[in-house]
């Protein structure tokens, strides 16, 4: 029995949930649906996806990709960086649920095991290695996340990620 007052969490759909085509172990976490174009942004336990209103997957990727992400409650709106340097994902989600943004919180944290700056100074000259982990093969490995305008080609910007990256797996015995 309902209480009166009390809404039911709203479900993926049947078709949405089968565009994402779930690994074995897999499950949804939360989702929401974008204001501007209707997507269904979807939080599973390995990846983050959107499906469209025509049920068509139009991305999937696993939470160690994300970059960086950042929730403006003046615009309901949530920005997605890639670590590959891919172009931003926004997406807006006016006065919905907001369990989807406490999923990415904690699946985005859960994939870091450790971070450390460069350590470089200057302009165009930032930036973090990672020891992160794949959330679905529990495998441990290192990234690089370069700030805007640092230059991957950089020789101290490598030197620096090289050096840094060593510590950090030789601090968890890799």
């Known amino acids: 029995m309902r209480l009166p007052g009390v809404r039911r969490t709203p479900r993926l759909s049947d078709e949405a949930t089968a565009a994402l085509d779930l690994a074995r172990g897999e499950r949804v976490i939360a989702f929401a649906v974008d204001d501007n174009t209707g997507a269904s942004v979807v939080a599973t336990t390995w990846h983050l996806a959107a499906v469209s209103s025509a049920h068509t997957l139009l991305l999937r990727r696993p939470w160690h990709e994300v970059g960086a992400g950042q929730w403006s409650a003046d615009t309901w709106t949530l920005s997605v960086t890639w670590t590959d340097r891919t172009q931003a994902t926004q997406w807006t989600f006016a006065q919905q649920d907001l369990r989807l943004m406490q999923a990415f919180r904690e699946r985005v944290e859960a994939t870091v095991v450790v971070t450390e700056p460069l350590g470089l100074t200057g302009a165009r000259r930032?930036?973090?290695?990672?020891?992160?982990?794949?959330?679905?093969?529990?495998?441990?490995?290192?990234?690089?996340?370069?700030?805007?305008?640092?230059?991957a080609d950089d020789p101290d910007v490598q030197a620096a990620a090289q050096r840094v990256g060593a510590r950090l797996k030789e601090q968890v015995g890799l």
Do not use: I, N, Y
């Open 126 to 151: 930032s930036g973090r290695v990672v020891l992160r982990k794949d959330l679905a093969t529990q495998e441990l490995f290192v990234q690089t996340v370069l700030g805007r305008g640092t230059p």
